[in-house]
């Protein structure tokens, strides 16, 4: 897909961003990486060194592998029962951004066209599937407390 051809709900339809998961911290933490993304993407396009690129990957690398232990540790405390592949999948998102910063975090690396997009689908994916599924568990827990009010 080209920029031209956003699509609602896509990397380039700066509206949108991750759809919510209902926990506030959470949601900041997703809206933060799907604009680093963002940038990510224009550093590809625009007239930006080889090495902002690399420099973006490794932020928003460091900026996942945050998230993906706060929101680790907020699923430990709430006792959310699929923590452990959820953790998984963590780890594998966390191998393949450090594969692409094997291949694109040096200034001899040549922009891969649909990186950005590539990454942006993984990272939409993640947040639309099994996010959502601890979001709603989240949301269930919270119902008996207000049924008591």
């Known amino acids: 897909m080209s920029v031209d051809q956003a699509t609602p709900g896509s990397l380039h339809d700066d509206s949108a961003g991750p759809r919510r998961t209902g926990h506030p911290e959470m949601d900041n933490q997703h809206q933060r990486i799907h604009q680093t993304l963002l940038r990510l ?3 590809m396009r625009g007239p930006f060194p080889l090495e902002t690129l690399g420099a973006r990957l490794r ?3 460091t900026m996942a592998k945050d998230h993906f232990r706060a929101e680790e540790s907020l699923m430990k405390e709430v ?7 959820h953790r998984a999948e963590h780890g ?8 692409l910063l ?11 066209p649909g990186l950005g997009e590539a990454m942006s689908a993984m990272f939409l994916h993640h947040i ?22």
């Open 59 to 61: 932020l928003l690398e």
């Open 79 to 85: 006792r959310y029962p699929h923590l452990l592949p």
């Open 41 to 43: 993407v224009e550093s």
């Open 128 to 149: 639309e599937t099994v996010d959502l599924d601890y979001a709603a568990f989240l949301e269930r827990m919270e119902q008996p407390e207000e049924q008591e009010a």
């Open 92 to 99: 594998v998102m966390e191998e393949r951004f450090h594969d």
């Open 102 to 112: 094997d291949q694109y975090g040096s200034p001899d690396s040549p922009p891969l």
